[in-house]
């Protein structure tokens, strides 16, 4: 499985596999559970076919759902396989960390087991990890990720689009999507017996009394946080009681929690969040205070514990842990706006902060004046000059403020060497002298140099400024609010910053640079603010390259 052979992260396949892993929980029933764990390995992880085999009271598997082929549910659904059969395909498998699989020219020996299978024969591969039809991968579903957990059950994956085997990410986000399942499943059944125990609750009082001690049993020791509160009257949301499992998540004994209400313990950012979701099938993902002041995400999901005659009473909210979840979104969208190497932004997240700052409507300083003008004016007809910007009689007629609420990128007058006037400025920096070091000492001393160059950058700006690696010994640093004297001074500092040596394994190495200084302005692609950039580091390379000598700059 060689991560060239596919992206790393895929921004797109991201935001699939997060709503579908959203919507593992959004499911009111354990079989709508099931088809949404089967449907979301088809809609957001780039596999044509799925099943999801459940283990039954028996311990036997059972088809339970089926996704991307009416034939094949048609031919499938319901059948059962022994737990031996299972155990010995997930004991044989290759292992790829909690995934199991087994190629083509292995599973012969699994023709004639009473496993459900819908593989059939095919043409040789005609690469190493090309996908073959009679190829099997399972991602087995457990209760949670400690060492002799409950198995739940197994999804069966077949016909990758890309036609290839997985990747290093894509096992990952399949081993990901298998873990949250389990929980999911988990979760749909401790709601469908929970509304069996309330249904019980109102029939009458022997009733009553069975059935409490029931949901006692399941609320005390359920894996994942469980509350009572207040619904209604002074008294809304405040705590009645706390299971054990939330208690432990959140550090803070039973007495202790029966003090707050959810929104004491929400982070104040999420409070509005909490408020919009606060009622039946309501659910947010939000941050809750732990009592040494941290934060953990939880997923909460709310149901309303009835009253027959009275009407809603009480709130009944489980909290899932998912801060591992979140964790593991940040760090897959840190891997694709970063680069691997330095740690820097790369090119994606330069562009995209650098286009965040740019409109396609030129201003400039005459542009900016003679609208200040033409909007002042109290009298008298539209203003042509205005007019050919854009400026229509409404604009002209609207305050200032209500034009555009984006801030405007102007690019300063450099051949005004007193202007004061500020902008955001490019600055294209290429190392001098870092091909020789890597042809000669190594791509690892070259990778320290690079790593070392991004150290020094950074130290070397302010904390809102920018330092990116556009690519090979290329950087890129943004900085707002700069006159052109600023921007020189600073490629100065930037340049003085580098140019000490760098000792790599006992070896000290230079490398210098060379900037260009350009500006963005709105009306200009990113495109064309690097270009423009970047064609002023290559006149300042060659202008330092004709000189005879070279000296520390400054």
Request: hydrophobic share 40%; charged share 25%; glycine share 10%.
């Amino acid at each position: 499985m060689d991560t060239d052979s596919e992206p790393y992260v895929r921004l797109a396949t991201l935001r699939q596999l997060h709503q579908v892993v959203a919507d593992l929980n959004t499911a009111r029933s354990l079989a709508d559970t099931l088809q949404a764990v089967a449907d979301g390995v088809v809609r957001g992880l780039g596999y044509e076919l799925a099943a999801v085999n459940l283990v039954r009271p028996d311990g036997d598997l059972v088809v339970a759902a089926f996704a991307g082929s009416a034939a094949g549910e048609a031919l499938l659904a319901g059948r059962v396989g022994s737990r031996a059969s299972w155990e010995r395909r997930l004991t044989m498998g290759e292992r790829w960390g909690v995934l199991r699989f087994i190629p083509h020219t292995e599973g012969w020996v699994l023709i004639d087991d009473d496993v459900p299978q819908w593989h059939t024969e095919g043409p040789l591969p005609r690469f190493a990890d090309e996908w073959h039809p009679g190829d099997r991968l399972y991602a087995p579903m457990y209760s949670s990720q400690t060492v002799g957990s409950e198995l739940i059950g197994v999804i069966s994956v077949d016909q990758p689009s890309s036609g290839r085997h997985p990747g290093p990410w894509g096992c990952e986000a399949l081993q990901m999507y298998a873990f949250q399942a389990g929980i999911a499943i988990s979760n749909a059944r401790l709601r469908a017996n929970m509304q069996r125990a309330l249904v019980r609750l109102e029939r009458d009082q022997q009733a009553l009394r069975a059935s409490e001690e029931s949901f006692r049993q399941a609320f005390e020791y359920a894996p994942s946080g469980m509350a009572i509160a207040e619904m209604g009257g002074d008294q809304h949301g405040k705590l009645l009681r706390a299971n054990d499992a939330l208690c432990r998540l959140l550090g803070r004994s039973a007495s202790t929690m029966r003090r707050f209400s959810f929104s004491d313990l929400v982070h104040p950012e999420d409070v509005g969040l909490l408020l919009r979701t606060s009622a039946e099938g309501g659910r947010a993902e939000l941050r809750l205070a732990r009592r040494d002041g941290s934060y953990v995400w939880a997923s909460l999901r709310n149901s309303v514990v009835a009253d027959t005659a009275d009407g809603p009473r009480f709130l009944l909210t489980h909290v899932e842990d998912i801060e591992e979840r979140k964790s593991r979104e940040l760090q897959l969208a840190h891997r694709a706006s970063h680069d691997s190497l330095t740690g820097l932004p790369n090119s994606a997240e330069l562009r995209a902060r650098l286009s965040a700052r740019l409109c396609s409507r030129p201003q400039d300083r005459d542009v900016r004046e003679a609208s200040a003008v033409v909007l002042s004016e109290e009298a008298g007809g539209p203003d042509e000059f205005a007019f050919s910007y854009g400026y229509g009689p409404d604009e002209l007629a609207a305050p200032l403020g209500a034009l555009d609420s984006h801030t405007h990128a102007v690019a300063p007058d450099e051949k005004d060497e007193e202007s004061a006037h500020k902008g955001l400025a490019v600055l294209f920096c290429d190392l001098d002298g870092f091909k020789s070091i890597n042809d000669r000492f190594g791509h690892h001393t070259g990778d320290a140099v690079l790593i070392e160059v991004a150290r020094r950058l950074t130290g070397a700006v302010r904390d809102g400024d920018t330092v990116a690696r556009l690519g090979g010994d290329e950087f890129v640093v943004l900085a707002d609010g700069l006159a052109p004297a600023d921007a020189a001074d600073l490629s100065v500092r930037l340049r003085n910053a580098i140019i000490p040596p760098i000792r790599v394994d006992g070896r000290a190495v230079r490398v210098g640079a060379s900037f260009g200084i350009g500006w963005a302005a709105c009306g200009m692609s990113t495109e064309e603010v690097l270009h423009s950039a970047d064609q002023r580091m290559y006149v300042e390379k060659r202008s330092r390259s004709a000189k005879p000598s070279h000296r520390r700059a400054g």
